[in-house]
């Protein structure tokens, strides 16, 4: 059962911007609003990574420094929804890009990936 989907990935040019979606179908709104969403992301060869975390209510994110100033994570807990703004894209931004939603009680659930391709 997907939990998570994820959309918005591409291919775009350095310099360039995209805004990933993850939208949560399954979770109850009393449910998803217990949950970090977190974007992290795998490159070819490397091991994921993760790029940025914001908290149940919005209220807090955290970031990978090499995407801070670049990315901004936020969500919409009416929504069911997270988003991950990528401005000034690099070629080391290439990867697959995924949805995690985890809580403190350790449950944890992933979305299927989303492309990102920085390319001229």
């Known amino acids: 059962q997907v939990q998570l989907v994820e959309s918005g990935g591409g291919l775009v040019p350095p310099g360039g911007s995209l805004r990933l979606s993850c939208v949560a179908p399954?979770?109850?709104?009393?449910?998803?609003?217990?949950?970090?969403m977190n974007w992290y992301r795998q490159a070819p060869g490397k091991e994921r990574e993760l790029v940025a975390s914001?908290?149940?209510?919005?209220?807090?994110?955290n970031y990978a420094d090499f995407v801070k100033g670049r990315f901004t994570i936020s969500r919409n807990n009416s929504r069911k929804t997270v988003w991950l703004q990528m401005n000034s894209l690099e070629s080391e931004d290439t990867g697959v890009y995924y949805c995690?939603?985890?809580?403190?009680?350790?449950?944890?659930?992933w979305g299927q990936g989303t492309q990102v391709t920085v390319s001229s």
């Open positions: 995690n939603a985890r809580r403190e009680t350790g449950d944890e659930y």
């Open positions: 399954r979770f109850i709104f009393s449910t998803y609003v217990m949950y970090w």
């Open positions: 914001i908290s149940p209510s919005g209220t807090g994110a």
